[in-house]
């Protein structure tokens, strides 16, 4: 059994900070691309920051700036720091990964969410 265990989030005010973190726990022989997806109520699910094997990212315009994703290989993790909080930056958070696995090929995982609440 492989899974996604997520750490982190709750309540912080405007302008505060926030690290979420994720790591993959199970059987698998490595990992690809690990990412943060976010879905704020009544909207749809969307990409927050990737990041590859080999550290490349790729950070979405709204919280580019803000947020700094990283992972550590040896862990199998991957990190999401977020700092100057917004209210629009509320939404349940979600882990992502491709664990590649015997026989299987890559398998796309998800965590089972986060929330986070920006508000005074």
């Known amino acids: 059994q492989v899974q996604l265990v997520e750490s982190g989030g709750g309540l912080v005010q405007p302008g505060g900070s926030m690290r979420l973190s994720c790591a993959a726990s199970g059987s698998f022989l490595s990992i690809n691309t690990m990412g943060w997806y976010r879905q704020a109520p009544g909207k749809q699910r969307e990409l927050v920051a990737t990041?590859?094997?080999?550290?490349?990212?790729n950070i979405a315009d709204s919280v580019k700036g803000r947020f700094t994703i990283s992972r550590d290989n040896a862990k199998n993790s991957v990190n999401l720091q977020m700092s100057s909080l917004k209210p629009e930056d509320t939404a349940v958070y979600y882990c992502?990964?491709?664990?590649?696995?015997?026989?299987?090929?890559?398998?796309?995982?998800w965590g089972q969410g986060t929330p986070v609440t920006v508000s005074s």
């Open positions: 990041i590859t094997t080999g550290g490349s990212t």
């Open positions: 992502n990964a491709g664990l590649v696995r015997r026989l299987l090929g890559v398998v796309e995982l």
